[in-house]
């Protein structure tokens, strides 16, 4: 009887110790009381009835994250891909999520797939392939309205792959090679026309230079024949300056030596044969000089 009555003290702690549940962070425990929703439990320690209670699903509140495989999906212009899916959605009402539908994970996929046949379906291929974004955001929106009812709320959508047929990107694929080669020639014409432009520059600047050199070459020409032209000048000037100081001087010294009738007509006589130099066939000699002139030779027969 002793040891039916520590078995039974037994069971009841372990009852007891059953009954006491902690919820940990960011989870949520759905209580049901008779096979009935009684409450949501959040973080915390709590207690439940036994046998009565239950945990009927533990929800994780995070952020969480599914990849889905690729589907097939057709667009406007009848061209059949593949494209695969991520979701990224989280979990805002425990009891919607528990009661609202049976599997959430195949529901969200299925609703992923049909959404996106969807939109894929009004678009054609290019627009399909550079309007990731676009696509992104309708999905988003139209599975977090979707979603709404069993307490999940899709954050994000993103288009992981877009595989297109193997003839298309073939195609795509030449055609992004033409285009390269398209671009490579027009930046190479560009190259060639930007290196005749400067080579062309190059020459204008040169003869620009050169002109100038020229110029220069000639304004100094001109300034150093000036100085030339100056510098002669200025030399001649200088002679006749010299020659008539001598003039001057002589014509002092002959005041001053206070000369005789006789020798300024001699001087008158040597003044006239040096202007004739030589150079006339006839001289008409005045009367006072052929005066002078007997005077002369007269004054030299003396002296003999």
Avoid at 9 to 21: A, F, G, M, P, Y
Avoid at 28 to 38: H, M, T
Avoid at 56 to 85: G, H, S, W, Y
């Amino acid at each position: 009887m002793q040891y039916v009555l520590y078995a039974l003290i037994v069971v009841l702690v372990v009852i007891l110790i059953s009954c006491i549940k902690v919820v940990p962070q960011a989870q949520a425990f759905v209580l049901e009381r008779l096979g009935g929703y009684q409450a949501t439990w959040g973080v915390g320690v709590h207690f439940k009835l036994p046998i009565i209670d239950r945990v009927a699903k533990r929800v994780i509140l995070k952020e969480q994250v599914v990849d889905f495989a690729p589907q097939p999906v057709i667009t406007k212009d009848n061209v059949t891909m593949r494209i695969d899916t991520v979701v990224f959605f989280q979990i805002t009402d425990p009891k919607l999520f528990a009661y609202g539908v049976v599997n959430p994970i195949m529901a969200i996929e299925n609703l992923t797939a049909t959404t996106l046949r969807n939109i894929i379906g009004d678009l054609e291929l290019d627009q399909t392939l550079t309007s990731r974004e676009i696509i992104n955001t309708k999905m988003r929106v139209a599975l977090d309205v979707a979603t709404d009812p069993w307490g999940i709320k899709v954050n994000r959508v993103e288009l992981k792959n877009i595989i297109p047929p193997a003839a298309i990107q073939e195609a795509m694929e030449k055609q992004m090679k033409a285009e390269r080669e398209r671009r490579e020639a027009i930046l190479r014409a560009e190259g060639e026309k930007k290196s005749a432009i400067l080579v062309s520059e190059g020459k204008k600047e040169s003869m620009i230079l050169e002109a100038q050199a020229d110029k220069e070459a000639a304004i100094l020409r001109a300034e150093a024949k000036k100085e030339a032209m100056i510098r002669e000048a200025e030399g001649q000037a200088e002679a006749i300056r010299a020659v008539q100081k001598a003039n001057a001087e002589g014509i002092k010294y002959l005041n001053e030596a206070d000369p005789q009738d006789a020798v300024l007509r001699i001087k008158s006589l040597e003044a006239f044969a040096k202007a004739a130099d030589g150079q006339a066939t006839k001289i008409i000699i005045p009367s006072e000089i052929q005066g002078v002139a007997g005077l002369a030779k007269a004054v030299i027969e003396s002296a003999k």
